[in-house]
């Protein structure tokens, strides 16, 4: 079946590198998203990978992808306030499909 | 408007009631999705059509449940005999099929609260 699993909360201090895990079960999963969900605002895409990469970068954003253990990371150097929202690793099989949502890891923030 | 519209933002109803939301995709986009978000958690897939058809209707919950698409634009989720579960946030997503991010563009949300 599919089933996307993420850690619910993490706390980083401002400056700081935030890594954001994923596991996902679905060996067929060809796109992996990232989207960000803040208070009072619709999710946001914020990156994807294909399943065949193994690492894109984006700005502050860092998308590590191992396929054969189906982990997914999310890093976001030099974290800033902004940057505090819930976020959702999801995946679909393909641009056709449904995309199956993670629980959520909520980032926090310390000064 | 530029953005996934989604119609009434808040709704409040009493258990049993009959309900529809009602989303409005972006101009263009082939695909729409629904989700239903409960507090705490992630978007759990409902149903989601390509053009006027429902190409997987596997999230469905039960029969109270159903969506169309008439003219494969506007769609509108039908929830019957409301049972107090049902309250959530219900998202509306849009996408056009063409490009290859597959990205989603969704709405704000319909809050349904049963009563």
């Known amino acids: 079946g599919e089933d996307v699993e993420q850690s619910l909360f993490l706390s980083v201090r401002e400056g700081d590198s935030s890594v954001i895990n994923c596991t996902y079960t679905d060996s067929s999963s060809t796109y992996l998203y990232w989207y960000k969900q803040e208070p009072g605002a619709g999710l946001q895409l914020l990156t994807y990978i294909f399943s065949n990469m193994d690492m894109k970068q984006d700005q502050r954003l860092t998308v590590l992808l191992n396929k054969k253990d189906k982990h997914l990371s999310l890093r976001i150097a030099d974290t800033q306030t902004g940057d505090s929202a819930i976020y959702f690793c999801a995946e679909s099989r393909g641009s056709a499909s449904k995309i199956i949502f993670g629980s959520g890891t909520r980032l926090s923030i310390r000064p | 408007g530029a953005g996934v519209s989604q119609t009434p933002s808040n709704k409040v109803t009493e258990k049993g009631k009959y309900v529809e939301l009602r989303c409005d995709p972006i101009s263009g986009h082939t695909a729409l999705y629904w989700y239903r978000q409960s507090l705490g958690q992630g978007p759990e897939f409902l149903i989601y059509f390509q053009g006027t058809g429902a190409a997987d209707d596997s999230g469905l919950p039960n029969d109270r449940f159903f969506a169309v698409r008439p003219e494969g634009s506007v769609s509108t989720l039908k929830i019957q005999r409301t049972e107090r579960g049902d309250s959530a946030v219900y998202l509306c997503?849009?996408?056009?099929?063409?490009?290859?991010?597959?990205?989603?563009?969704f709405g704000e949300g319909s809050r349904l609260t049963v009563l």
């Open positions: 997503a849009s996408r056009y099929l063409a490009e290859n991010t597959g990205e989603l563009f």
